[in-house]
């Protein structure tokens, strides 16, 4: 499976840039990321509800798979 991973990165990229920036002005998961970081995301008035949790989700996880891949890359690349 790690080996899966390490060699699809191009298929990771193509979706990071797809689904992970969709819709492209401005992004979801840009939007979804500056309400966590504020911290309105986990308490008060306009808290998180499901449906932004699970936009979360389905834009980030190109986006962790790309990370994931490129530092495999990386980490293959450096033992040689």
């Known amino acids: 499976m790690i080996k899966a991973i390490q060699e699809n990165w191009k298929l990771f990229l ?6 992970g920036l969709a819709p492209f002005n401005p992004p979801h998961i ?8 504020g911290g309105n995301a986990f308490s008060g008035e306009h808290a998180m509800q499901f449906m932004d ?3 979360v989700i389905l834009h980030g996880t ?17 033992i040689k």
Do not use: E, R
């Open 53 to 55: 949790w699970f936009d």
């Open 30 to 37: 840009v939007g979804k990321l500056k309400w966590i970081a």
């Open 14 to 19: 193509m979706a990071s840039l797809t689904l």
């Open 62 to 78: 190109p986006w962790v798979f790309l990370i994931i891949s490129l530092v495999l890359n990386l980490k293959s690349k450096l």
